[in-house]
């Protein structure tokens, strides 16, 4: 399973710091960060389950930052 974050997560050290905690936190979560979309991309894969995203967005806050799942947008023709 996988979710996106829009974040404001706005610079490298601090990114890694983050990935660092979500991957040592986490068990089976593998995470990376986008910094140079508009949204400051955060994706976040498990592969023993479900994504938590309460506690993702917790671990944000608890660091000084905010973030929020984004929702899949499907469009019809």
């Known amino acids: 399973m996988v979710e996106v974050f829009k974040t404001n997560v706005n610079n490298r050290r601090n990114a890694l710091l983050l990935?660092?905690?979500i991957h040592n936190t986490c068990a089976g979560y593998s995470a990376n960060f986008d910094?140079?979309?508009c949204d400051r991309i955060l994706?976040?894969?498990c592969d023993t389950g479900a994504v938590d995203p309460s506690k993702v967005i917790r671990m944000l806050q608890d660091a000084?930052?905010?973030g929020e799942v984004l929702e899949d947008v499907i469009y019809s023709y």
Do not use: K, M, T, W
Request: hydrophobic share 25%; net charge neutral.
């Open 35 to 37: 910094l140079q979309d």
């Open 19 to 21: 990935l660092r905690q």
């Open 64 to 66: 000084g930052y905010s």
């Open 43 to 45: 994706r976040v894969e």
